[in-house]
C-alpha cells in the first residue's frame, strides 16, 4: 500500500475487488499487506497529532484489505521519513507500533515491523509491543545500509516472521523490475551466508513489481530463488 500513483490504490473499494478478481487467474497467494506509504508519513513523528490520526487510519484500512485478500500479516516499513536515527525517533516508533498491535482485530493479524536498525533496538521494540510485533526480514534492504544479511538475520530470527521476504534491487536506483539475481542486492553472497548460519530460514516469499508481464516476471524470478537455493546449498554441501 504505497499510496497514490504506487501500484494497486488498495484504498479504493472498486480497485481492491478489481485485484482480488485478477489473483484468482492466477495460482498466486497474498501473504502480506505492506504499509509502504508510512514511509513518506513518517512513524517518528507520531507525536504530531494529524501523523498519529494517519497512521492508524491507514493501519485500519490495511487490516481491512488484508482481511479481503486472505493475508494474515501486516508489514510496517521502518525506511525513508520512518528510520530510527535518534532516542527520540525509538520512543515515537515503538508508541505508533504498540498502538498498531492495539487496534481492534489486529490481534488476528501477524504484525511486523521491517527494518535494519540494531539488533537490540529490534528486541526492545518487540518487548515494548508485549511480544505482539515480530521482525520482517528482508534480503534486499541490508544491501542499501552496507550490512550483512547473514548477521542481522543471526540477531533477529528469534523475533523475526518465519518467511523471509527476497527482492532485487535495481542497478540504475529506479524502484522498477528487476530480474532476481540481476541487481545490485549481492543475493547470491546472502544466500551462501544465510546457509551456514543457525536458524537456517526454510521459506521464502518473492517482494517484486509483477504488475506488468506478471507470468513472465514471476516464472523468471521463481526459477532465479530456485537457483540462488541450489547454489548455495551445493556450495556448502561440497
Known amino acids: ?137 528482508d534480503l534486499g534492504n541490508p544491501c542499501l545500509y552496507r550490512l550483512s544479511a547473514a548477521e542481522i538475520w543471526r540477531d533477529v530470527a528469534m523475533i523475526a516472521c518465519n518467511a523471509i521476504h527476497v527482492k532485487d534491487i535495481p542497478l540504475d536506483r529506479s524502484r522498477g523490475y528487476v530480474p532476481l539475481g540481476n541487481g545490485r542486492a549481492k543475493l547470491q553472497r546472502s544466500f551462501e551466508e544465510l546457509a551456514i548460519v543457525k536458524p537456517v530460514p526454510k521459506t521464502f516469499i518473492l517482494e517484486g513489481h509483477y504488475f506488468n508481464d506478471p507470468e513472465r516476471r514471476l516464472r523468471e524470478d521463481l526459477v532465479g530463488l530456485t537457483e540462488l537455493i541450489r547454489s548455495a546449498q551445493a556450495m556448502h554441501q561440497a
Open 1 to 137: 500500500m504505497g499510496g497514490p500513483g504506487r501500484g494497486i490504490d488498495f484504498f479504493s473499494d472498486r480497485h481492491l475487488d478489481a485485484f482480488q478478481n485478477y489473483l484468482r487467474k492466477y495460482p498466486i497467494s497474498v501473504s502480506s499487506i505492506s504499509l509502504n506509504r508510512l514511509n513518506d508519513i513518517g512513524l517518528v513523528s507520531f507525536d504530531v497529532h494529524n501523523v498519529a490520526q494517519q497512521v492508524l487510519e491507514l493501519a485500519e484500512r490495511a487490516l481491512t484489505v488484508a482481511n479481503h485478500l486472505g493475508a494474515r500479516r501486516i508489514v510496517i516499513p521502518g525506511f525513508r521519513r520512518s528510520y530510527i536515527k535518534s532516542q527520540l525517533d525509538f520512543e515515537r516508533t515503538a508508541q505508533a507500533l504498540r498502538k498498531i498491535t492495539e487496534l481492534p482485530g489486529m490481534n488476528e493479524m501477524e504484525v511486523a515491523y521491517e527494518t535494519v536498525i540494531d539488533a537490540t533496538l529490534q528486541h526492545q521494540l518487540n518487548r515494548f509491543a508485549l511480544g505482539k510485533l515480530n521482525m520482517q526480514f
